[in-house]
């Protein structure tokens, strides 16, 4: 297995890099990242339903998008992101959130920290969401990426993530809101 370090904290940079690993390569990979403030929404999300852009564009905050599902997250230099990217021979016919996620769950829990895996495949502590996850398979090819919020700005990461208030119907993925809290 590669293990990356992108050292640095550019969010176009690491999910660029995401995707590289993805699709260009084909060992299996780790790689832990973090980025500066920045919004990072999911491959069959709106913004405009998810995310307070004014507050967004006012704070100079990028928002993204990634080549997973899933809903919008905040991301910022005090959460840690992780990404694992792996092969078999045959294709992968489901996501399998558990797989990547039982290992830290078991390593949070060793050391103290009571978490456990939803069915929505966030990890929890105490009832609080401390991880969001995503996934994209093809053919024999998994990435599985996601957060740990450590010390995120938890105040900031709730007025960015406020969805706008709409009765328009639309075809777009919804986040689920979640309270959150931080590993610390």
């Not at 899933?70 to 294709?91: C, M, Q, W």
């Amino acid at each position: 297995m590669l293990f990356i370090d992108t050292k640095t904290q550019n969010p176009y940079f690491n999910l660029a890099c995401e995707d590289y690993l993805f699709h260009d390569f084909n060992e299996d990979i780790c790689m832990l990242w973090s980025n500066t403030p920045s919004l990072i929404i999911g491959n069959n999300q709106n913004p405009y339903f998810e995310i307070n852009i004014r507050k967004a564009n006012e704070l100079n905050i990028p928002i993204i998008r990634r080549i997973t599902g899933g809903g919008a997250v905040y991301h910022d230099t005090n959460n840690l992101n992780f990404t694992f990217i792996k092969s078999r021979a045959e294709p992968y016919e489901n996501l399998d959130f558990s797989l990547f996620l039982m290992p830290i769950i078991r390593a949070l829990n060793e050391n103290g920290i009571t978490a456990e895996l939803t069915s929505r495949n966030d990890v929890l502590v105490n009832g609080y969401k401390i991880s969001g996850n995503a996934e994209r398979i093809e053919k024999n090819r998994i990435l599985h990426h996601g957060t740990l919020l450590i010390n995120t700005d938890l105040f900031q990461m709730k007025q960015l993530l406020i969805p706008h208030k709409t009765s328009a119907k639309h075809h777009f993925t919804k986040s689920v809101p979640h309270q959150t809290a931080n590993l610390n």
